[in-house]
């Protein structure tokens, strides 16, 4: 069974760093891009950014780029999102999810989400 | 970036009633057009991909149908089961993006 399991819940103080994981079992992991999507309190989806476990080749939305970092480790199967300073603004549910096999371009299972929460 | 957006922002539906959300993009993108179906406190799940292919395990009175620009998602013969927000996502180009979402009362 494919499964992508994030880690817990996150409360961090602005200026403060964080990196969730997001790992994925009962596939290859290597053979699917891994994608990044945000979600603001009460609010629609956002794509950030998308990683190939196989090379690393990463692509990130021009909105988000500079403001977080992907990367993954394909020894254990998990890709990360982190940020190094973190802002209020960055409060969101973050999830990840699988692209399809070959060049699918869909996103087959997602992650159950990490929210993360930025408060002084 | 390609620029999705749905209509309506809102429905409120009945039991058994057929349901039709539309997405249209910004610029042509093909069929590289798939939706989702998010509950409250769920992760989105994939319901149609490319337009209009069905997905393993989802309902048959799921479809959709276009390409291009314009796109539509129909749920035939609604239950309760369906309350949720629906998104469009292109993938046609980078930045991929999603549409603002609609949300299903029943």
């Known amino acids: 069974e494919v499964q992508l399991v994030q880690s817990g819940a996150e409360v961090k103080k602005p200026g403060e760093s964080l990196k969730i994981s997001c790992k994925g079992s009962g596939y290859t992991f290597t053979n699917h891009w891994i994608g990044w999507v945000r979600q603001m309190p009460g609010k629609g989806l956002e794509w950030m950014a998308i990683i190939y476990p196989g090379d690393s080749d990463t692509r990130y939305n021009p909105s988000f780029e500079g403001q977080v970092t992907i990367s993954v480790d394909k020894s254990i199967s998990v890709a990360y999102l982190q940020w190094s300073s973190l802002k209020a603004s960055d409060t969101a549910m973050f999830y990840c999810?699988?692209?399809?096999?070959?060049?699918?371009?869909?996103?087959?299972?997602w992650g159950q989400g990490t929210l993360v929460t930025v408060s002084s | 970036e390609i620029v999705l957006t749905q209509s309506p922002d809102f429905q409120s539906v009945t039991p058994k009633e057929k349901v039709t959300i539309t997405c249209r993009a910004s610029q042509s993108i093909g069929s590289n057009l798939h939706w989702y179906q998010q509950k409250p406190d769920q992760s989105p799940k994939l319901v149609i991909k490319?337009?209009?292919l069905s997905i393993s395990g989802v309902p048959s009175r799921f479809s959709g149908s276009g390409s291009g620009t314009d796109f539509t998602l129909t749920i035939n013969s609604l239950e309760a089961e369906d309350a949720a927000v629906y998104y469009c996502h292109q993938s046609s180009s980078l930045p991929h993006t999603f549409g603002q979402g609609t949300k299903l009362e029943i």
């Open positions: 490319y337009a209009s």
């Open positions: 999810a699988r692209r399809g096999a070959d060049s699918a371009n869909y996103y087959d299972y």
